[in-house]
């Protein structure tokens, strides 16, 4: 009975962006990005500083309105969803999280629990949560004394918190998730976030400066520049020497011969991309209505 | 930045609060001109043949004010709970940004030019006028305190404050202009306005207010959880599926109706918006689901200790309790400034 109703459901894909532009304060932020992401997909978001990265989470995260175009939802279009609606599909983990006023690690997290329950400590999920990203030894601290990775990390949980309250297809978007990690934790949790993308029916779209990270965790990479799409597509045909010199002025390459795909650096230098006007064709692995990795 | 520590289980220190709450109105009920036993109180309260001078000084002199001044704390005392956790900034005081001036302006305007302005069209001041005009002063300010104070979703504390004093200036200075165009009956009463007082509370006043107050008392664990969210950031407010622009436009309405309420019949009393959600949560932590109603309680306790000692001190003159609060909560507000700089 379920699979039935599921099945046609898996076809389509769980988020949809059609020909999104985004314009604030007089500056284009996002230009005519599409995009479809299934369920189980792990999408890195790559490209600059100020390419339009978080950005585009933000409109994906229904944040920010896009001038046009048009972001849907498992068939529901964002300008339209009720945020508590919303809040049952997708979680979000931003940048940055500054407190107001002195929090526990764990009331933090527990902020994460759907209606109700909001806010109660605790919950068994609080604590589940918290040691799964390796953080439940700091429960009963308060947020501003941990430092920055362990502030990420309380961050990850709650987000976590919310995303397995929910049921069915579910998204989840992290803008720099674990860029105050050490690189062991980095490996693990990112390992962990993999298998749970590919186990619990989640898509999840990950803004990220470690191009080896994101090519041994992503299944695709969308790289982007001065807020458009420049390339789509497994991490071996994005992260070529060819673009990875255009946008980011670095002289390096996508090393696959190990156990995890890494990008060996040589040196950098100006980018192309962000110097000339961008180009009117995307390159390979372009920016294409339909997805074209597993 | 807080001890941990010291945090206590909430729900004892609701009942606590609420025992110190009625002690405290016992007290107020006992103390006075006139000293009454426990006895006399209860007597005058609520016997039918009790003394009428026991029967007169409770029910119409004591006990509206106890219930104004505990209203007027727990109104004050909320509004700063609300502001502060939607500003996410512990300064975030009705009296300190503005909003309590700008009720008190146009509660002034209405004492001093009302007869000369209701007598155009041939009637007297309508009891409502006071009031109606301090709420919506006090909307107006939060309003433009709200715009000035926030931009792009987030919270400018220092504009803000700034903003507030600046604010503070121009009602002073309308206070000044009306000061100047009083007659000496009006100047009284000015003066009961801006260094505020509860002498003049009678049934009238707290039928007039209570309805409000207590609509506020009663819709503000609504916002509790979206509150707490807001703690850590509009941005994930969002994300967790609060509507926080609905938020603000409603803590912005209550807090106008909660102050403009209390200063229309209280004048100026600051500093317990700043001085009971701030010991709060020094003792039960951040959740707006005991903040809001143990800030209430604290208020209306602080304001009802406040007001006996006000009646006490001075004997038979009595001292104004808005001076009181600026003399306790100054020093306060200034210790508090001085944690946050350290």
């Given at each position: 009975m379920t699979t039935r109703l599921v099945a046609p459901l898996l076809e389509k894909p769980l988020l949809e962006a059609r020909e999104i532009t985004l314009v604030r304060n007089g500056q284009q932020l996002l230009r005519n990005i599409s995009l479809r992401v299934r369920a189980g997909e792990r999408v890195m978001l790559l490209g600059?500083?100020?390419?339009?990265k978080s950005t585009l989470l933000r409109v994906l995260a229904s944040e920010w309105r896009p001038q046009s175009g048009e972001v849907r939802l498992g068939g529901d279009s964002l300008a339209t969803l009720p945020l508590p609606a919303l809040a049952r599909r997708r979680a979000v983990m931003p940048q940055q999280v500054t407190l107001g006023f002195p929090m526990l690690a764990e009331e933090v997290v527990a902020q994460g629990l759907p209606g109700r329950e909001?806010?109660?400590?605790?919950?068994p999920s609080v604590g589940t949560q918290m040691a799964w990203c390796d953080v439940a030894h700091l429960a009963g601290r308060l947020y501003n004394s941990l430092s920055g990775g362990e502030q990420q990390r309380v961050q990850l949980a709650r987000v976590l918190v919310q995303l397995r309250a929910m049921s069915g297809e579910r998204l989840l978007l992290l803008d720099e998730a674990t860029s105050a990690l050490d690189p062991a934790q980095q490996y693990r949790l990112m390992a962990q976030l993999a298998s749970l993308a590919q186990q619990e029916e989640t898509a999840l779209i990950m803004a990220c400066h470690d191009l080896s990270l994101a090519a041994a965790y992503g299944s695709r990479i969308l790289l982007l520049a001065n807020g458009e799409c420049v390339a789509d597509g497994p991490p071996e045909t994005v992260l070529t020497e060819e673009n990875l010199a255009r946008v980011y002025g670095l002289d390096a390459c996508l090393d696959t011969r190990g156990p995890l795909p890494q990008v060996c650096v040589r040196g950098a230098s100006n980018p192309v991309v962000l110097s000339k006007p961008l180009c009117a064709k995307p390159l390979r692995g372009q920016c294409s209505l339909g997805s074209d990795s597993a | 930045m807080v001890p941990v520590a010291g945090r206590l289980p909430p729900r004892p220190v609701l009942v606590a609060l609420g025992g110190l709450l009625v002690l405290g109105a016992m007290l107020a009920l006992r103390t006075g001109p006139m000293p009454l036993s426990a006895g006399e109180v209860w007597q005058g309260l609520f016997a039918r043949d009790a003394e009428a001078s026991v029967q007169l000084v409770v029910r119409e002199l004591r006990l509206p004010r106890l219930l104004l001044a505990m209203l007027v704390g727990a109104a004050l005392a909320v509004s700063g709970a609300l502001l502060q956790g939607l500003f996410r900034n512990p300064l975030a005081d009705p009296g300190l940004i503005g909003i309590s001036s700008g009720a008190a302006l146009g509660g002034i305007g209405v004492i001093v030019l009302g007869e000369r302005v209701f007598a155009q069209w041939g009637m007297?001041?309508?009891?409502l006028a006071l009031p109606l005009t301090a709420f919506f002063c006090a909307l107006l300010t939060t309003a433009v305190i709200w715009r000035i104070g926030n931009r792009h979703g987030e919270a400018h504390v220092a504009m803000l404050l700034l903003a507030g004093i600046a604010i503070n200036a121009i009602a002073m200075a309308g206070v000044g202009v009306l000061t100047f165009m009083a007659d000496d009956g009006q100047l009284r009463t000015l003066t009961f306005w801006t260094m505020g007082s509860l002498a003049q509370a009678d049934w009238r006043d707290l039928r007039l207010v209570a309805p409000w107050i207590l609509l506020v008392l009663l819709a503000m664990p609504m916002l509790a959880r979206a509150l707490n969210a807001v703690l850590l950031g509009e941005a994930v407010a969002l994300h967790l599926g609060h509507d926080v622009d609905r938020l603000k436009r409603r803590i912005v309405v209550m807090c106008a109706l909660a102050v403009g309420a209390a200063v229309s019949v209280s004048g100026l009393i600051g500093f317990v918006g700043l001085v009971a959600p701030h010991l709060v949560r020094l003792t039960l932590g951040v959740d707006h689901r005991w903040l809001l109603p143990a800030s209430a309680l604290l208020g209306a306790v602080l304001l009802v200790l406040a007001d006996t000692a006000a009646r006490l001190i001075v004997a038979p003159a009595e001292f104004p309790i808005g001076l009181m609060m600026a003399l306790i909560g100054g020093p306060f507000f200034l210790a508090l400034l001085m944690r946050r700089a350290r």
């Open positions: 600059p500083n100020g390419a339009g909001a806010g109660d400590s605790s919950h | 007297a001041v309508p009891g």
